[in-house]
């Protein structure tokens, strides 16, 4: 799906002003460092901006912060979801604590999502291993 112009400057400047998480979760993916997986950062996708995206296995990866927990951002992140999940794009949510303090399990968990889907056992739709902030 095509980003809108709006979205893709969106994702340009979001590129240059990402989180703590954010960055050192990049550092972890970039230039193809886990077991050979490109994931892009800040991709637009349609109206949206995804953390971190992963093409060859469709996965959105979602660093989420204290500011996905309150008001009506669960729903507004539960909208989104729903949308890529009819674009056949899975969502896994890492809470940005889990990425900050054990980066080891927010790794591991990515590579369990991915071994699921390359298995084939793993359905279309949100996957989160990891709740809470």
């Given at each position: 799906m095509d980003a809108k112009p709006r979205t893709r400057a969106r994702a340009k400047a979001l590129r240059q002003d990402m989180s703590l998480p954010e960055v050192l979760l990049w550092r972890e993916l970039r230039g193809d460092r886990l077991e050979g997986l490109r994931f892009r950062r800040q991709h637009p996708f349609g109206l949206y901006v995804l953390d971190f995206y992963c093409d060859p296995v469709r996965l959105a990866v979602e660093v989420d912060g204290a500011m996905h927990y309150v008001e009506d951002r669960p729903e507004r992140d539960a909208a989104r979801d729903a949308f890529l999940v009819q674009a056949g794009i899975r969502t896994l949510r890492l809470p940005a604590r889990v990425v900050?303090?054990?980066?080891?399990?927010?790794?591991?968990?990515?590579?369990?999502?991915?071994?699921?889907?390359?298995?084939?056992?793993?359905?279309?739709?949100?996957?989160?291993?990891l709740r809470g902030d």
């Open positions: 900050l303090k054990d980066m080891a399990t927010a790794l591991d968990t990515i590579l369990a999502v991915v071994r699921e889907h390359s298995a084939g056992c793993s359905p279309l739709g949100e996957l989160s291993p």
